[in-house]
């Protein structure tokens, strides 16, 4: 069972949204509020039973809150903390769903100081191209990673708590430092999103854009379904992860490079065997996740 009765979340949209329903699926009875800077959100959340209450004074919020969620762009991070600093309750338990850790932990720090002890970093790896409580399905988490990046000072039945809490939702559990989150998902998440939002961009302001699009079929609509997702968001990732993504753009703007000589020089062995190579790991790829889906 969830070991909190009344959860503030933070953020109702795809993530916090899911996040409540899921917790619902799973049998919490216990008090769901939400928190939004956006009014008119907070309203259609609760109009669609994701929260029990919105558009509460702070001081209410938060009173018996022994869990905050926080489901917003990782750029909001520091401006959300300082505002519910002063509700913060001794033992409450603070978390986020955050897909960089490194930022996130520094605004952390910076801001609850010596209440850091409280803040478990965490990440559901786990999505749509949809954002808005709309969005918001009860098994988004079902069968999906949720990284957590435990900090030195964490308390262990924090810890547990927060792992408990995504384990009902159907999600399994990992552990990595907040260095090591953001060096693997500047790689898998961060840069295929900033590759789709690219090419979609790039024909968008081409001059036979009406003509692309118009032929554009499958392949082109199953690569680019992530440059649905929300700008702000991934605007605010990008920037967050920049260090990373850089070194990785680097890497993969070398590999463009060769492939680009391959095709010049129509070098169609030297093709074959890259395209070769790619499928076998990606079809490994996707054998692995199949038999960990069958061990469950």
């Excluded at 920037?239 to 010049?264: C, G, K, S």
Aim: aromatic content about 6%; proline content about 4%; overall charge negative.
């Amino acid at each position: 069972m969830v070991p909190f009765k009344k959860i503030v979340i933070c953020g109702i949209g795809l993530i916090g949204g899911s996040l409540a329903l899921a917790l619902r699926k799973a049998g919490y009875s216990g008090k769901i509020v939400g928190l939004e800077r956006n009014k008119e959100i907070l309203s259609r959340a609760h109009a669609l039973g994701i929260v029990d209450d919105a558009g509460s004074p702070l001081g209410e919020t938060f009173q018996d809150a022994d869990l905050l969620v926080l489901a917003v762009p990782v750029a909001q991070t520091a401006s959300v903390l300082k505002m519910v600093r002063p509700y913060l309750s001794s033992d409450i338990v603070v978390t986020d769903t955050g897909s960089t850790k490194t930022n996130v932990v520094t605004m952390a720090r910076q801001v609850l100081n010596e209440k850091i002890a409280c803040f478990i970093p965490a990440h559901p790896i786990a999505g749509r191209e949809m954002n808005g409580p709309e969005a918001a399905v009860d098994n988004l988490f079902a069968g999906k990673k949720t990284v957590i990046t435990i900090l030195p000072e964490n308390r262990k039945d924090a810890i547990e708590k927060i792992a408990g809490l995504w384990e009902q939702c159907g999600s399994v559990i990992h552990y990595l430092t907040p260095e090591d989150h953001d060096n693997v998902f500047a790689t898998v998440s961060h840069m295929p999103h900033l590759l789709a939002y690219g090419l979609v961009d790039y024909v968008a302001k081409h001059s036979k854009s009406d003509m692309f699009f118009q032929y554009a079929a499958s392949g082109f609509r199953d690569f680019t379904r992530i440059a649905s997702s929300s700008p702000e968001m991934w605007r605010d990732i990008t920037l967050a992860n920049r260090a990373h993504l850089l070194t990785e753009l680097d890497a993969y703007l070398q590999e463009l490079e060769h492939i680009r000589d391959l095709v010049e020089k129509a070098d169609g062995h030297g093709l074959e065997k890259i395209y070769a190579n790619a499928q076998q790991a990606r079809m490994n790829w996707l054998n692995t996740i199949e038999n960990s889906e069958l061990k469950k």
